[in-house]
C-alpha cells in the first residue's frame, strides 16, 4: 500500500530565510506526487505536482520541489520564505492503477514564519 | 478561475442526526471525491465518484454514509446518523480525469453534539 511520511511535524523559520519541507513515500511504481498548502480556515491549495519527466518541478507561489527516486522523496523548497507562506503543508502520493484514484497524504508539516 | 465549493462552511448537528454535505465540483471535471480530516489527524480518503456511481470507497465509508450527484452540478455527501466520532473537515475536490490532480473545495467542518 502506498503510503506518506512527512518527518517534520513543526518547522520554524525567518522571513527571507530558505526553507526545505521533507516527503517520502513508499509506493510500487513511479509515483504521482503533489504538494499541497492550507491556510488557516482555507482548503487544500495545489502547489505542484510530478508526474513524469524533469525530477525538479517549479509550482506557484515561487515553490519548487525535487524527486528524487532513489532516496523515495520529494521535498518541497522556497528559496526565500516570505510571512505569508505560514500554513500547513501536506505531501501527498497517487492516484495509480494499483492505488485507484485516492490521495493518500502525510501527517503534514505546521510552517511558522518569524519576522 | 474555476474552483470547487463547498457549504455550508460549518454544520453543527446533534448525535444521531441525518447530515447532508454540499459540493459544487469544476464544471467539466467528471471525476468526484470526498475526504475528511479529523483535528490533528491525516486527511483520509472516504470516496471516488464517476459517471453517476461510487468507483472507490475506503474502509471509513460505511453503510452510514451515501453520495450522490442530484442534478448536473451538485455532489452530495449524506450521513444517516451522525456519532460523535464523524465530527472532522470534509473536503470535496474534482478531477478532469481519474489520474489528473484533484481540486480541492474549502471544506465543511462538521461539529456532532
Known amino acids: 500500500a502506498q503510503s506518506v511520511t512527512q518527518p517534520d511535524i513543526h518547522i520554524t523559520v525567518s522571513e527571507g530565510a530558505s526553507l526545505e519541507l521533507r516527503c517520502n513515500y513508499s509506493y510500487g511504481a513511479t509515483p504521482y506526487l503533489f504538494w499541497y498548502v492550507q491556510s488557516p480556515g482555507q482548503g487544500l491549495q495545489l502547489l505542484l505536482k510530478?508526474?513524469?519527466?524533469?525530477?525538479l518541478v517549479q509550482g506557484i507561489k515561487g515553490f519548487e520541489a525535487e524527486f528524487k527516486r532513489s532516496q523515495s522523496s520529494f521535498n518541497l523548497r522556497k528559496p526565500s520564505v516570505h510571512w505569508s507562506d505560514a500554513a500547513e503543508y501536506f505531501c501527498a502520493v497517487g492516484p495509480s492503477e494499483t492505488s485507484g484514484s485516492r490521495l493518500t497524504f502525510g501527517e503534514g508539516t505546521q510552517l511558522t514564519v518569524n519576522p | 478561475e474555476p474552483e470547487v465549493t463547498q457549504t455550508p462552511s460549518h454544520q453543527v448537528t446533534q448525535m444521531g442526526q441525518e447530515v447532508i454535505l454540499r459540493c459544487v465540483p469544476i464544471?467539466?471535471?467528471?471525476?468526484f471525491y470526498w475526504y475528511r480530516q479529523i483535528l490533528g489527524q491525516k486527511v483520509e480518503f472516504l470516496v471516488s465518484?464517476?459517471?453517476?456511481?461510487?468507483?472507490?470507497k475506503s474502509e471509513i465509508f460505511d453503510d452510514q454514509f451515501s453520495v450522490e450527484r442530484p442534478d448536473g452540478s451538485n455532489f452530495t455527501l449524506k450521513i444517516r446518523s451522525t456519532k460523535l466520532e464523524d465530527s472532522a473537515m470534509y473536503f470535496c475536490a474534482s478531477s478532469v480525469r481519474r489520474f489528473n490532480e484533484q481540486f480541492f473545495g474549502p471544506g465543511t467542518r462538521l461539529t456532532v453534539l
Open positions: 465518484f464517476y459517471n453517476n456511481e461510487i468507483s472507490e
Open positions: 464544471s467539466n471535471h467528471l471525476y
Open positions: 510530478y508526474f513524469s519527466g524533469d525530477t
